[in-house]
């Protein structure tokens, strides 16, 4: 009986003990806690640039090439104008078109050209200008006539635009003496290819335009 009760009291002890020491542990981890959390959103930039000629004809995003009517022209008397919807050209022949830019876009743009010139008609005599007729250059230096254009060189986000007017010609005459013949006999020489034929000559112009983003900038305050 007395082995009994001491063994009561020895479990008793053991109990107070456990209950004593997981006071104390509590005691010891107790702490404040407290959690904050925040958040920011950050918007992606719009990219949304277009380029229209002058009929308000939209070039595709490449590999699409889109049909624009960069050789429309006035000329109806004495010459065809015409073949379905496709314009005939021929010495004394001009016109013009116009390359159109619009930036939607939340980031500044710069553009650049690239001219491309395939078909069946060899070497046609086109020239180009882009300040009004002043300076005339052939096929390979237009692009660095409209690359180098101001305009081009920065065209502002929301809503910004640049535009130029690109005018051709190809001269009735061209030169003086030996070199009007010669330049005769190579435009008579397009004519009867062209006649030769089924369908005439094509001289196809494709223009590339390029738009990259400009470097945003912090304001120094």
């Known amino acids: 009986m007395k082995k009994t009760s001491k063994t009561a009291r020895i479990t008793m002890l053991l109990v107070v003990l456990c209950l004593i020491s997981t006071a104390m542990l509590s005691g010891t981890f107790a702490k404040y806690t407290s959690e904050f959390a925040g958040e920011d959103t950050a918007l992606i930039a719009k990219w949304d640039i277009s380029v229209k ?10 590999p699409a090439i889109a049909e624009l ?5 006035a000329y ?4 065809n104008e015409k ?20 930036n939607k876009g939340d ?14 008609a060899g ?10 007729g002043n300076t005339w250059v052939n096929l390979d230096d237009l692009k660095g006539a409209l690359d180098g254009l101001s305009q081009m060189n920065n065209v502002a986000e929301t809503n910004g635009t640049a ?4 005018k051709w010609q190809w001269q009735f005459e061209r030169g003086t003496g030996a070199t009007l013949v010669d330049n005769d006999e190579a435009d008579t020489l397009l004519g009867t290819t062209s006649a030769a034929s089924a369908n005439r000559s094509t001289y196809i112009l494709t223009i590339k335009a390029t738009a990259t983003q400009i470097a945003p ?5």
């Open 53 to 62: 000629d002058g009929t308000n004809n939209e070039l595709e995003v490449s």
């Open 69 to 73: 009517d960069l050789f429309k022209h």
């Open 76 to 79: 109806t008397v004495n010459i």
């Open 83 to 102: 073949d379905g919807s496709d314009y005939i050209i021929a010495p004394g022949v001009n016109g013009e078109f116009s390359l159109k830019i619009q």
């Open 107 to 120: 980031v500044a743009a710069k553009i650049t050209f690239d001219l491309d010139k395939t078909g069946t």
């Open 123 to 132: 070497t046609v005599p086109i020239e180009y200008s882009v300040d009004g």
């Open 163 to 166: 535009d130029v007017t690109v």
């Open 217 to 221: 900038a912090a304001v120094t305050p």
